[in-house]
């Protein structure tokens, strides 16, 4: 059974700084790309970033958000920097990763962390 545990949300003031981790654990063969969504409140959940082959960010990210990866761990981490009041919502963990080598890869996702910035 696969595991995607997030860690690091809390309470951050605006313009100041939050560093989320996701750990993998259980069967895995391999991981292809990992990725952060958010879901923010009364807003469907979106893409922040995605690291794989190559590395994608939303457009409202790119230059405030850094992920990052290391594989030897199965661990994935967000670097969020001058967050603001809209980046309050719930972060999740994805991973698309193969148990087997016999099976095909699928989604697999975390519980959430809840990142909460005050003004």
Not at 106 to 112: P, T, V
């Amino acid at each position: 059974q696969v595991r995607l545990v997030e860690s690091g949300g809390g309470l951050v003031q605006a313009g100041g700084s939050l560093t989320l981790s996701c750990a993998a654990s259980g069967r895995i063969f391999s991981i292809n790309d990992m990725a952060w969504y958010r879901r923010a409140p009364g807003k469907q959940r979106e893409l922040v970033a995605r690291i794989g082959r190559s590395t994608n960010y939303a457009d409202w990210a790119k230059g405030r958000f850094t992920i990052s990866r290391n594989n030897a761990e199965n661990a994935v981490y967000l670097q969020m920097n001058s967050v603001n009041g809209e980046d309050t919502a719930v972060y999740y963990c994805y991973a698309s990763l193969r148990p087997s080598p016999w099976h095909n890869p699928s989604d697999y996702w975390g519980q959430g962390t809840q990142v909460t910035v005050s003004s």
